[in-house]
């Protein structure tokens, strides 16, 4: 029989015959030894089984295999593909993957919890209609000159057109839309023409139902080049408007603007409807209650597609790492979290931490997340914990946090870089409440630069992800190098933290010292915060 003693003796010599092969061709490099020891072409299958290099921040990332997780994602995938293309929250892609994640973990020797919220399904079931009906009819392009804001509610109005506090020009300040105010003499019965600017467009909806508008219209602000064409954005999870809203780009909202007596039809092809969908929450059986490392990512992808990339690829890592710690002993408890109805606006991590007891939360020493972790042509980013690259600090602890994934890249002597704290992902109530964070993503619509391609190899001035909230994010929308080298990271870090937290608790310590206490320190409730932060996004919609 195979003991601890024997799998440690294998482990040991795997890291010898490393060495040795490495010697062989010239002088080893740390950098060299760990690649080859970490990221194997062949791992014995008793190697992992015992706990002895699951169990270290070292051996752990030779346990992460790209294969086993790959896996994982082909079941995710076969999943979307037995339901219609999708597992969007709230439909049985969702209900089938959340199965195949909770019987893993079950059979791993997991409890595992689903923990219900409420939320707002919204799939768009066709293309949406904008025409003009007088003075004369035009037609407008779908995708083109308009396109739905996600949250809409569905409908079918024809009115007349009555402009709300416009500003239009080069360099405008709009506010359009944003007090009740704006709409004071709004001709109820009307579609309102409304300019984005300042606040949110929930906001600016909501403001117009209010007045008696039968639909909205909501075009860019143009007030700098990069703010006239179409957006990815949404009204909320939380929208109470009941009226069908539209977003338009700013040379057609200025054009309208303009026009006498203008009518228009707009139709939204939608659904929205109260549900009910899950998180799935499991953690070790060892490790302090009251110092929990907690991990996450979202299980859930847009209507459109599979999301194997996003986010299968950080949902198959932590499904991976939660079997490779079964036998682990941490001295803090490990917290997994595969998040719900992300792609709806955060709504589950949302959820998670708004009803999170104060002495609870206070007990989540960090939280790690792994949003899209192998895009294809991928770069390696790290969130941005300490500021350094964009200038939004997280809460304390988040910058020795940030330090650690830097440190894992360095052994590997591999190139990284910081991502923007942009409330994209489930990191933001969090952040926003003062949980230290940190984590990795390898990058989603916006394009790889020059220098990019100079340090991650790929193609300059192509998505990092060019399937992404597409029907090609599938299996083979993953690049697997990519992959094994950040499924090493989550276990790298998640190991050294599982065994001691010591890093963040400095910079906690050192926080509460300069600014009057921990408590003062961990106050920041998401209203301050909201008030603090130029928050644009939440999740990967603009809201604003």
């Known amino acids: 029989m195979l003991t601890k003693k024997t799998s440690l003796s294998m482990a040991l010599s795997s890291l010898t015959l490393a060495l040795a092969t490495a010697a062989h061709s010239a002088p080893p490099s740390r950098s060299d030894l760990l690649n080859e020891f970490w990221s194997p072409d062949r791992l014995h299958p008793l190697e992992c089984r015992f706990g002895v290099l699951n169990n270290s921040p070292w051996g752990l990332p030779r346990c992460m295999q790209a294969k086993n997780v790959m896996s994982h994602l082909q079941m995710l995938n076969d999943i979307a593909g037995a339901n219609d293309g999708t597992r969007a929250a709230g439909l049985p892609g969702y209900d089938a993957s959340v199965d195949y994640i909770k019987s893993t973990l079950e059979s791993a020797g997991y409890d595992v919890t689903l923990a219900p919220f409420p939320f707002n ?198 499904l991976e790492l939660a079997q490779q710690m079964r036998r682990a002993h941490p001295r803090n408890k490990i917290r997994f979290a595969w998040w719900g109805a992300e792609e709806s606006g955060l709504v589950g991590s949302t959820h998670y931490v708004q009803n999170l007891p104060e002495d609870e939360l206070k007990k989540i020493k960090v939280y790690l997340n792994f949003d899209m972790i192998a895009s294809p042509n991928f770069a390696y980013m790290i969130y941005d914990g300490d ?19 830097e440190d894992y890249y360095k052994l590997r002597a591999l190139p990284y870089e910081g991502t923007e704290i942009s409330f994209r992902s489930d990191y933001a109530q969090f952040f926003t409440d003062g949980v230290a964070f940190g984590g990795l993503f390898t990058g989603a619509e916006v394009a790889k630069t020059e220098e990019q391609a100079e340090k991650y190899g790929g193609d300059a001035g192509v998505a990092l992800d060019p399937c992404y909230h597409q029907a090609c994010d599938n299996i083979n929308n993953i690049a697997q190098d990519a992959l094994e080298i950040n499924i090493d990271a989550v276990a790298f870090v998640t190991s050294w933290l599982s065994l001691s937290t010591k890093v963040i608790d400095d910079e906690i310590e050192a926080a509460a010292k300069k600014d009057e206490g921990v408590a003062a320190m961990r106050a920041f409730s998401a209203s301050s915060s909201a008030s603090s932060y130029d928050i644009t996004h939440w999740g990967k919609h603009w809201i604003k």
């Not at 506090?165 to 003499?185: K, Q």
């Not at 007030?223 to 954005?233: H, I, S, V």
């Not at 069908?244 to 939608?270: C, I, K, R, S």
Request: proline share 5%.
């Open 387 to 405: 500021g350094s690259d964009f200038g939004l600090e997280g809460p304390p602890g988040s910058k020795a946090t940030e330090k650690l994934f």
């Open 121 to 318: 399904a919204f799939y768009p079931q066709g293309p949406g209609t904008l025409e003009t009906t007088a003075p004369d009819t035009t037609s407008y392009e779908w995708e083109v000159d308009f396109t739905y804001l996600s949250q809409t509610d569905a409908g079918d109005v024809t009115g007349p057109v009555a402009a709300v506090d416009l500003a239009l020009g080069p360099d405008n300040a709009s506010t359009s839309g944003c007090e009740a105010e704006d709409f004071a003499g709004f001709p109820a019965g009307s579609i309102a023409l409304v300019q984005r600017g300042s606040c949110t467009f929930q906001i600016k909806a909501e403001n117009a139902a209010a007045a008696g508008a039968i639909g909205v219209i909501i075009f860019n602000q143009g007030n700098t080049e990069d703010r006239k064409g179409l957006m990815n954005a949404t009204l909320g999870d939380d929208y109470t408007g009941g009226i069908p809203v539209v977003f338009a780009t700013y040379d057609n909202g200025a054009a309208w603007a303009g026009a006498e007596g203008l009518q228009m039809h707009v139709v939204t092809d939608v659904v929205r409807k109260q549900t009910e969908t899950v998180n799935v929450i499991a953690e070790s059986r060892r490790g302090n209650p009251d110092n929990v490392v907690m991990v996450g990512s979202h299980l859930d992808s847009v209507y459109e597609g599979a999301g194997i990339n996003d986010n299968g690829s950080g949902s198959a890592a932590l």
